[in-house]
């Protein structure tokens, strides 16, 4: 018995000191959670990929930083290599690399025009790429692997440029052929 009362009087005599205690180790993991999210929110975030132009038939690629921070030494490598119907075939792209890149900064490039891409001779090729993007900010590196799939463009509206062109040419010539008709009633 004396032993219990022995340590509940030491327990409530220290009481503050353990309540104390577990405070400082919760407010310390807390702050290390904090930091790592600050860090992780402040980063740049690169980005490579594939679109269609607004306005015409062009296909860019485009590399973004929509990170809050720039980064430097980007490398993209490219596997198996980016080909462009519109340099005929010719080998384009397996491995891009930036010295720097600013927070919120767009690179983009015309790459292929979709008629050329989608012509019937290329036939239906699976376009398939793994991407492996490397950055580095603050003497840290990240990576990133990825795979796009250009295969999609293929059937996408206006994909296949030649057949849906004659499409839309046979519905106008149609609908020109009702409208001369209506006007000779």
Not at 9 to 34: E, K, P, Q, R, S
Not at 102 to 123: C, W
Not at 156 to 172: P, R, Y
């Amino acid at each position: 018995m004396i032993f219990l009362e022995n340590f509940v009087n030491y327990f409530f005599c220290h009481f503050d000191i353990i309540l104390t205690t577990c405070m400082f180790i919760v407010a310390f993991y807390a702050m290390i959670i904090t930091a790592r999210s600050f860090s992780e929110q402040n980063r740049p975030y690169i980005t490579f990929n594939y679109e269609e132009a607004n306005v015409g038939n062009y296909y860019y690629l485009i590399v973004r930083n929509t990170g809050t921070r720039a980064a430097s030494k980007v490398r993209i490598n490219i596997s198996p290599v980016l080909k462009s119907y519109l340099i005929k075939n010719k080998e384009v792209l397996s491995k891009i690399e930036f010295d720097f890149i600013a927070p919120n900064q767009i690179i983009k490039d015309t790459f292929d025009y979709s008629l050329y891409r989608h012509n019937v001779e290329n036939g239906a090729k699976i376009e398939k790429h793994d991407i492996v993007l490397t950055y580095e900010y603050k003497n840290k590196t990240f990576t990133e692997k990825y795979s796009i799939d250009l295969t999609y463009l293929k059937t996408w509206i206006g994909g296949d440029a030649e057949s849906n062109s004659t499409k839309h040419l046979k519905t106008i010539a149609d609908s020109l052929k009702k409208i001369e008709a209506k006007i000779k009633k």
